[in-house]
């Protein structure tokens, strides 16, 4: 079988890259993933993501936004503080003349209308469930083997299959990592009164903690923890967890009711030492997997996702040096902005050393009084990011 281009993985940067491979530069598109979407209902404990403003544009340009739109909840405002200190600043929709800041899908759900879209795109084959097997490149394509026993011939290889990529073991492109010595607590939490669309980015004492808007009048918690404060928090019963959640985050969101499984996962920055092979290229987390402060890791990878459509799209062989070429140039500088800005902020936030706060509050402060460092920031948060 022969296409323009094969995508290992089905996740939201793997599935957006092909649909938008298919519809923007026409091109043919096979996609490999051994893990089909549920067709169950997302329930109170169901994962979710944050996208930018400037993602859902460029899902809007993918003909993709109008079908995961009617199950998003709207982020209407941002609210960023440091716990015990007077700082604090943030982001409001209306204040800069926008509908929204961005949006919170549910991955089920989301994973539920990609594959629907996948299906019935003409351009497009689905491998699933099937793996990748092998890969073996050649001057004018790369071949790849699958567990199924199918061997697929494309000029375009792409590693969407995420911080352990197997097209990146098969090429032996390795991820530089950083342990940042912290891990990630993910719930669901419910509230008692409605959250009117507002995210929250706290910093505390033990780490960095986000509550973002879900339906239902719950809220996805992403809570930073040392590996310590890890093992304490898990024995913590239900009632205790929301006491001490409650007394880190404080009652802007009003009394925290209830909170479903938990869940965690250890914090590493990796960073792909390159973008690109020969006749393969990485997007998402097969490219870089950040630290989730700020949300910056999934809607860097859309930008991954564009750039790389907007190389094929202006090239006859996608697989040319010349295209792959075009497609490592024009991410470097956004990519390097955006790991500097994410560790740097986990660096910040997680020092409790004296001239460090002062520091951090100062900035939150100089953040409102100082337009032209609003913008920076504001651009970067909210994904407006020319490629």
Known sequence: MKFDVVICGAAMSGATLALALARVAGKKVAIIDPHPPSNERSGFDARSIALSYGTIQKLKQFQLWEGLQPQASSILSIHVSDRGHYAQTGFDAKEMGQAYLGAVVEL???????????????????????SLESV?????????K??????????LLVGADGTGSKVAEQVQVSNKVQQL?????IANIELANPHKGVAYERFTSNGPL??????????????CLSHEQLQQAQSWDDDTFLNKLQ????????????????????LALYTRERLTHHRVA???????TLHPIAGQGFNLGIRDVAALTHAVAECDDAGSYECLKMYRNSRVQDRDATIAMTTGLVRLFSNNWYPTVVARNLGLLAFDAIPPLQGCVTNRSLGLIKN
């Open 108 to 130: 089920e759900k989301a994973g539920q209308v990609y594959f629907q879209q996948l299906h019935s795109e003409p351009n497009i084959t689905l491998y699933c469930p099937d």
């Open 136 to 144: 073996v490149q050649f001057d004018e394509l790369v071949e790849i």
């Open 146 to 155: 699958l567990s199924g026993g199918e061997t697929l011939h494309a000029e």
């Open 181 to 185: 010595r912290q891990y990630a607590l």
């Open 210 to 223: 986000a509550l973002l808007p879900m339906t239902e009048q719950r809220m996805s918690l992403v809570w």
């Open 247 to 266: 007394q880190e985050f404080g009652w802007r969101l009003g009394k925290f009711i209830k909170v479903g499984s938990r869940s965690n996962y250890p």
């Open 282 to 288: 990485f997007v998402g987390n097969a490219a870089q």
